[in-house]
């Protein structure tokens, strides 16, 4: 069955750097891609990026870029969301999720279980 | 880009249906047939209920639907249960390749 197993909570001060990992199995990873969503807590969802684990082509909401960067290792199976510079808004759950390869918004139909990231001094 | 407008919430009876909408613009929900929709219970990660505007997803019950006009899309859920109680979040691909998020709509089962 498909599975997406995130990486444990993190706790981080404001201007470190986290990254989170997303292993995935059940499925053949070169044929989907994979986009990264938070939620803060007590609000909505939020987009954070998206790799083709075909292609390895990435998309970024305007307000992250420059900040975030999501890659695959195709070896392993596992994507990853590397998130710099992090302040205090950038507290939430990161979910990953499963997409179709070839654009993001088609879909997220297999999500993890979420990685907390806490961002305090 | 601004979320996509949702209602903040919605309630209804056992056995109604209850519509949500979710309103963008042209650059987004009205330019494209990439609209999904999203259940998510308290504590859990969301769950994919209608793709492509009005595909449901293997295992989804039939009585989850949607639809869109201009640019608005709508889901609906016939038959309303306990279990349906929850957060639904709409979403949609737009013309700067980037994916916006609604602000969620909470349906509450009376």
């Known amino acids: 069955q498909v599975q997406l197993v995130q990486s444990g909570a993190e706790v981080k001060k404001p201007g470190a750097s986290v990254k989170v990992s997303c292993k995935a199995s059940?499925?053949?990873?070169?044929?989907?891609?994979i986009s990264w969503v938070r939620q803060a807590p007590g609000q909505g969802l939020e987009w954070v990026g998206w790799?083709?684990?075909?292609?390895?082509?990435?998309y970024y909401p305007q307000k992250l870029q420059g900040r975030v960067t999501v890659t695959t290792d195709t070896s392993t199976s596992t994507a990853y969301m590397e998130l710099r510079n992090l302040r205090s808004d950038d507290a939430a759950i990161y979910y990953c999720?499963?997409?179709?390869?070839?654009?993001?918004?088609?879909?997220?139909?297999?999500w993890g279980q979420g990685t907390l990231v806490t961002v305090s001094s | 880009q601004s979320a996509l407008t949702q209602p903040a919430s919605v309630s209804g009876s056992p056995g109604q249906s209850i519509t949500i909408s979710c309103t963008g613009t042209?650059?987004?929900?009205?330019?494209?047939?990439?609209v999904s929709w999203y259940q998510q219970h308290p504590g859990k990660a969301p769950k994919l209920m209608i793709y492509?505007?009005?595909n449901r997803p293997s295992g989804v019950s039939n009585r989850f639907s949607g639809s869109k006009s201009g640019n608005t899309a709508s889901l609906t859920i016939s038959g309303l249960q306990a279990e349906d109680e929850a957060d639904y979040y709409c979403?949609?691909?737009?013309?700067?390749?980037?994916?916006?998020f609604g602000g969620g709509t909470r349906l509450t089962v009376l």
């Open positions: 999720a499963r997409d179709p390869a070839i654009l993001p918004g088609r879909g997220s139909d297999y």
């Open positions: 059940g499925y053949s990873f070169t044929t989907y891609g």
């Open positions: 790799i083709s684990a075909y292609t390895s082509h990435t």
């Open positions: 042209s650059s987004d929900v009205g330019g494209y047939k990439y």
């Open positions: 492509e505007v009005s």
């Open positions: 979403s949609s691909y737009t013309s700067s390749n980037v994916v916006l």
